[in-house]
C-alpha cells in the first residue's frame, strides 16, 4: 500500500508542478516561435540580410526557451523525487517497490489516462 502511495505522489506530483510552472504553455510558445522562424526562412519576398537578423532573433529566444523549460521540467519531476527521497530515508516507504510498481503495465497505463484526464480537465 505504500508504494501505492508513493508512486501516487509521485504521478499527481508531476502533474501538478507542469501545472504550476507553466510548461504546457510555454512549449506551446515554442512551437509557435518555430514557425514563425520557418515562415521567415520560407519568404521569397524577405531579403537576406532581414532573414538573418529575424532569424538571430529567434533563435536566441528559442535557446532561452529551452534552458527554461529545461530548468522547470527537472524542478516538476525533481521535487517529488525528492520528497520520495526523503520518505525512504525516513523509513516510511521502499522507493524499489514504488519504482517496481510503476513499471507495470497497470499502473501505467492508469497513469496515462489520469494524465490525459488532468489536462482535458484543468485546460477546459
Same mark, same amino acid.
Given at each position: 500500500?505504500?508504494?501505492?502511495?508513493?508512486?501516487?505522489?509521485?504521478?499527481?506530483?508531476?502533474?501538478?508542478?507542469?501545472?504550476?510552472?507553466?510548461?504546457? /504553455?510555454?512549449?506551446?510558445?515554442?512551437?509557435?516561435?518555430?514557425?514563425?522562424?520557418?515562415?521567415?526562412?520560407?519568404?521569397?519576398?524577405?531579403?537576406?540580410?532581414?532573414?538573418?537578423?529575424?532569424?538571430?532573433?529567434?533563435?536566441?529566444?528559442?535557446?532561452?526557451?529551452?534552458?527554461?523549460?529545461?530548468?522547470?521540467?527537472?524542478?516538476?519531476?525533481?521535487? /517529488?523525487?525528492?520528497?520520495?527521497?526523503?520518505?525512504?530515508?525516513?523509513?516510511?516507504?521502499?522507493?524499489?517497490?514504488?519504482?517496481?510498481?510503476?513499471?507495470?503495465?497497470?499502473?501505467?497505463?492508469?497513469?496515462?489516462?489520469?494524465?490525459?484526464?488532468?489536462?482535458?480537465?484543468?485546460?477546459?
Amino acid at each position: 500500500m505504500t508504494s501505492l502511495f508513493g508512486a501516487a505522489l509521485l504521478v499527481i506530483g508531476v502533474i501538478a508542478l507542469i501545472k504550476a510552472f507553466g510548461l504546457f /504553455p510555454r512549449a506551446l510558445q515554442v512551437v509557435r516561435t518555430s514557425r514563425s522562424a520557418l515562415e521567415v526562412m520560407n519568404d521569397p519576398y524577405c531579403g537576406d540580410d532581414r532573414k538573418e537578423s529575424l532569424l538571430q532573433g529567434y533563435s536566441l529566444s528559442l535557446l532561452k526557451a529551452f534552458v527554461d523549460l529545461l530548468i522547470r521540467g527537472t524542478g516538476a519531476i525533481a521535487i /517529488p523525487v525528492g520528497l520520495l527521497w526523503m520518505l525512504q530515508f525516513a523509513g516510511l516507504l521502499s522507493l524499489e517497490a514504488v519504482w517496481d510498481l510503476m513499471r507495470s503495465w497497470e499502473f501505467l497505463l492508469g497513469g496515462i489516462i489520469a494524465a490525459i484526464a488532468a489536462f482535458w480537465f484543468l485546460e477546459n
